[in-house]
């Protein structure tokens, strides 16, 4: 089986790949680097040039081949590299008649523990989002504690709405559901003290990225605070998550499949956090081949924390694209389809506004003009 093809779809921010071959077996991956999905695909046609005409299921050689083909890094060539790599993965899967998470060691759960994605203008709004996922069966809740305005709000008034909306969550589910408070990369470090000295009474499951990612010392020496903390969803290689968990100990480790090496670096980087005693909870695009991606690693590893899900995203891309995983009461059940059990009709993919729109040039300023942080 040789590759013959590799072509690229992008729809607003989400940039699909396909992987065809001479045995007429196609794979599907996906970039998250939505930021720039048009570089993205500027790269995967490099790489293609150097994949035409090899056997796709030498994944491991491949992998290293576009990791090494040039003296440079970034999430853009990490992006194209992991979406090529998933598809890569879902071929090897198809074209021998198993689920790919068959081929990672096989099935290490059942069910894999879903977090749910809630949103509410207001801490009241909050709670009754929480409390309907609650009765849906989920067991843990992600959401943002920061207001639209908290540009401008002082430090004081940052921690305590934050404190107050993580209250009504968990008043709302009577402390049955784990809380995860994702900050978006927003907040100095400054203002983190004051933050996380208030949420730790309310016990978070994790407090996510809450500053910039620019330097790994500063990020994980927030761990000082003593609240779990949830990094890396930015990170690009195994090699940033090690010296991440090597410089402080261990975090919730962040990283996406679909940006940090897909399917054959998310296994490494599960195993460097499980040798640091360190469990894992993907950040996930969101896409149903984004997740089935993330999810075919969440089955076979055993770290998994909660896998990240959103309903109304997902359901964006219609019936242009069909999956075999299936939720059951706030749980994931595995699929048992071929490779990594979706299907995509790229013919029928919604248009760019329909799915997800370009945040780019939507960057928030505070009121002294100056540029607030991108999230």
Not at 129 to 146: I, M, N
Not at 337 to 362: M, S, Y
Request: hydrophobic share 45%.
């Amino acid at each position: 089986m040789k590759i013959t093809d590799i072509e690229t779809h992008v729809r607003g921010n989400i940039l699909f790949v396909a992987v065809r071959t001479d045995s007429s077996i196609v794979g599907i991956g996906e970039s998250a680097c939505w930021a720039y999905p048009e570089a993205v695909a500027s790269v995967v046609e490099t790489f293609a040039a150097a994949l035409r005409g090899t056997d796709p299921r030498r994944i491991e050689r491949h992998w290293h081949l576009m990791w090494r083909m040039g003296p440079f890094r970034s999430a853009i060539v990490g992006a194209a590299l992991s979406a090529i790599d998933c598809a890569l993965w879902d071929i090897k899967g198809r074209a021998l008649g198993v689920p790919t998470h068959e081929l990672l060691g096989g099935a290490y759960r059942d069910r894999i523990r879903l977090h749910a994605i809630i949103d509410g203008a207001d801490a009241e709004q909050l709670g009754r989002s929480a409390a309907r996922a609650a009765a849906e069966g989920f067991t843990a809740v992600k959401f943002d504690p920061l207001e639209d305005t908290w540009i401008d709000h002082s430090t004081g008034e940052i921690a305590a709405r934050a404190v107050e909306r993580t209250t009504a969550v968990r008043d709302a589910t009577a402390g049955k559901v784990d809380m995860i408070v994702e900050v978006h990369r927003s907040l100095a470090p400054h203002q983190i003290p004051a933050l996380l000295d208030g949420l730790r009474p309310l016990r978070p499951l994790f407090v996510e990225d809450p500053i910039q990612i620019d330097t790994f010392d500063v990020q994980t020496g927030l761990l000082a605070h003593g609240v779990p903390l949830g990094l890396g969803e930015r990170w690009q290689s195994i090699w940033e998550v090690r010296e991440a968990l090597a410089a402080n100990g261990p975090f919730i480790v962040r990283s996406d499949v679909t940006l940090a090496g897909g399917i054959s670096a998310a296994r490494k980087i599960a195993a460097i956090a499980e040798a640091h005693h360190a469990q894992v909870s993907w950040h996930n695009w969101l896409s149903p081949v984004s997740d089935a991606a993330t999810l075919t690693v969440d089955a076979t590893i055993p770290n998994t924390l909660t896998h990240e899900h959103a309903p109304a995203q997902l359901a964006a891309f219609g019936d242009a694209i069909q999956t075999g995983w299936r939720v059951d009461e706030g749980y994931m059940v595995l699929s048992d389809e071929p490779g990594l059990g979706i299907e995509v009709d790229f013919a029928r993919l919604p248009e760019a506004g329909d799915i997800l729109h370009r945040q780019l040039h939507e960057i928030p300023f505070a009121s002294d003009g100056s540029v607030a942080f991108a999230r």
